[in-house]
Each structure stands twice: as structure tokens, then as C-alpha cells.
């Protein structure tokens, strides 16, 4: 009789999407998504077009008060997301 060296989904599907190359852009979308959960609803109406290049967010801010007032915050802005998404993803926001 042999033995079949079991292993849970859990454990093989993080090893199997980094070998795919998936695993930062799973983590990338993770966080943008949970913008509007960070930020709050009243500031996300304010924000659109969000994407991530070379480690830093770039978030279109229609209000530019607001804008200012989120440049002033972004480094707990980026710890937040960071936690959020469950790994550093990004280092900066750029807010435009």
C-alpha cells in the first residue's frame, strides 16, 4: 500500500497562484476594491478611476479640497490598504 501525501486547498492554492504569477495582481485588486471600505462612502463618491503602477495608487479626486485633505493623510491611507490587502502592494498614493 502507499501513501498520497495530503495537503488542503488552504495550503496549495497561495503556492499555486505565485508559480501562475497571479499572486500580486489577486493582492492589487484586493486592495482596490477595499478602497471604498477605507476611505468611507462619503469620500469614495468624490474618487474614481483607481489604479496601481510601479507600487503606487493613483485615485482621481473630483473635489479638490478633498484632495488636499486625503494628500495629508495618505500615509495611514497606504498602511490601511496595505493591511487590508494582506501584504505591502503599494508605497504611495498619488491623488489627481
Known sequence: MFRRKV???QTLL???LRR???ESPLRQRRLL???????????ARY????FIKNQTLY???HNPAL???????????VKRLNERAGAQ???DIKFY
Open 33 to 43: 476594491t477595499s478602497w471604498d471600505e477605507v476611505v468611507g462612502e462619503p469620500i
Open 67 to 77: 484632495r488636499a485633505d486625503l494628500s495629508m493623510g495618505r500615509s495611514l491611507l
Open 89 to 91: 502592494v503599494i508605497v
Open 14 to 16: 497561495p503556492d499555486f
Open 20 to 22: 501562475q504569477g497571479l
Open 59 to 61: 485615485v482621481k479626486v
Open 47 to 50: 474618487t474614481s478611476e483607481r
Open 7 to 9: 495537503q488542503s486547498i
